[in-house]
């Protein structure tokens, strides 16, 4: 049954050797004052490239400067970027794995320190309590452009796609918000397909440049996760209005960083084939709806192929999208093709989530492993 999962496919106009796509992980690996992606980097794409997923989609790339959410964040918010992101989309397509640029702005959670961050409306973080300062008009517009302009630079540098980001807490989720979201004017309102305006007009003039051919996927966050946040009810009608815009694909996250600890995207305690594929019933409800409009993916605590075969099997998603198993295991994918199904080493404890403060992202539980001194940590 797994052979469904490793079989070629294709997910709108992209061509996948299987269905498991690496999600888009922040590994801290660009240079800081440029954002172009560092040699480092570039080296542990082509070691995913290389280790057999059917598709990957990078870290989240900033769209302005305005936008940059943590140090050493990958950058697209240029056009002298797309001479190094070319170099990145090369080593992908040299080991015969496609590759799509996340598309991202941080809004409140900017790293850059001074002027308060920008919001869709006047209001504290919820998780720092510092003050936001809501957009204009103008510069909502400016940002509109500013994703349109980043979707061109990827299509520029011959990635297969890009993928806007809604999902995980950043700006375009804080529109979605009715807690950051509380404006009076055309982008927000009472109803979530109000308050995501500014999303369908980033897809309208991102398609406007890029094409009909060029694939643009997105990543939702199908509920808020946080009291008085929006519903998987909304986010799930949210995904319907989506699949009408004609999006190529939609992948299946939730929660946000400054949520409730239990329904976060990366969660700990996962135990393969137990409780694995934690937004699957969201994931399930949307594909039925879209009634193959466009395509589902599903992320979120997936560890082993046969759960994966099985959520197909049940109609939940077209693909699967992992993160963390990928940062303890690159080649895990050639691993289950080349006939080891065990599931991911990936013990589900964040650990690799700390690393990006000292350099680029990696599972200290494996390197300890492959040293001989295994022990989990303190907080695993």
């Known amino acids: 049954m797994e052979d469904v999962i490793s079989k070629p496919v294709m997910l709108g106009k992209v061509g996948l050797k299987n269905r498991i796509i690496r999600s888009a992980t922040c590994l801290s690996g660009a240079d800081e004052k440029t954002g172009n992606p560092s040699s480092a980097l570039i080296g542990r794409y082509k070691e995913l490239a290389a280790g057999g997923v059917g598709v990957i989609i990078t870290g989240h790339a900033y769209v302005n400067v305005e936008g940059k959410a943590s140090f050493r964040q990958l950058s697209i918010s240029s056009d002298d970027d797309v001479l190094e992101l070319s170099r990145l989309v090369n080593e992908a397509h040299e080991a015969g794995c496609p590759i799509l640029f996340q598309l991202s702005h941080a809004g409140a959670f900017k790293a850059k320190e001074g002027e308060p961050a920008l919001a869709p409306s006047d209001v504290k973080n919820p998780k720092t309590g510092t003050s936001c300062r809501a957009m204009t008009v103008s510069e909502i517009h400016s940002t509109i452009s500013n994703f349109a302009k980043a979707a061109v630079r990827a299509k520029d540098s011959n990635a297969d796609g890009a993928q806007i980001h809604l999902a995980h807490g950043f700006l375009l989720t804080q529109f979605l918000s009715p807690i950051f979201n509380k404006r009076k004017d055309a982008y927000g309102g009472d109803d ?141 994918i050639n691993r289950w093709i080349d006939g080891n199904r065990e599931p991911s080493e990936c013990i589900s404890c964040n650990a690799c989530s700390r690393t990006g403060k000292s350099g680029i992202v990696y599972c200290p539980v494996m390197r300890d492993a492959t040293e001989g001194i295994w022990a989990p940590l303190p907080e695993c």
């Open 192 to 332: 979530i397909a109000k308050r995501a305006r500014i999303i369908f007009e980033i897809l309208e003039e991102t398609r406007y440049r890029v094409g009909d051919d060029f694939p643009l996927w997105v990543k939702i966050s199908v509920m808020e996760g946080i009291q008085q946040g929006y519903t998987s009810l909304e986010g799930i009608r949210l995904a319907e209005e989506l699949a009408k815009a004609k999006v190529d694909a939609i992948e299946v996250s939730g929660g946000t960083f400054y949520g409730n600890e239990t329904l976060t995207p990366s969660r700990t305690g996962i135990i393969a084939g137990k409780n694995e594929g934690y937004f699957a019933e969201e994931a399930r409800a949307i594909r039925e709806r879209i009634k193959g409009r466009t395509h589902v993916i599903l992320v979120g605590g997936l560890r082993s192929i046969e759960v994966m075969a099985n959520l197909y099997d049940k109609g939940v998603a077209d693909g699967f999208a992992l993160s963390r198993p990928l940062i303890a295991e690159p080649d895990l």
